[in-house]
């Protein structure tokens, strides 16, 4: 199983990014996914969450500005951002708990894409 996270960048304050976060390999099952983000000095933070379900959860320095979605057809999520902050400046993960016949369910990590918000 692999995320492939994509659609950082460098944008304007008060901007709009998109990242988008896609589930590759065989014969598994996608629970919870997330994005986390972490920024240079500070610790890694959930940015966003949403079940299998469509059940969402968001920090609260997010809550209002950015949306988490999510389409199993594509076994993909994203994440949409805007109203960006020169606070926001991180590199973002995307997370999985996904289930394998072979491993059972475990968390699973993209690589990370940097978004830049200049003032």
């Known amino acids: 199983v692999q995320l492939q996270a994509s659609g950082g960048g460098l944008v304007q304050a008060g901007g709009s990014l998109r990242l988008s976060c896609a589930t590759s390999g065989s014969f598994f099952t996608i629970n919870d996914m997330a994005w986390y983000r972490q920024a240079p000095g500070k610790q890694r933070e959930l940015v966003a969450s949403?079940?299998?379900?469509?059940?969402?959860r968001y920090g609260d320095s997010v809550t209002g500005r950015f949306t988490i979605s999510r389409d199993n057809t594509k076994k993909t999520v994203y994440l949409q951002m805007s109203s960006l902050k020169p606070e926001d400046t991180a590199v973002y993960y995307c997370n999985g708990n996904i289930w394998t016949p072979t491993r059972g369910s475990n968390d699973y990590w993209g690589q990370g894409t940097l978004v830049t918000v200049s003032s």
């Open positions: 949403i079940s299998s379900r469509g059940s969402t």
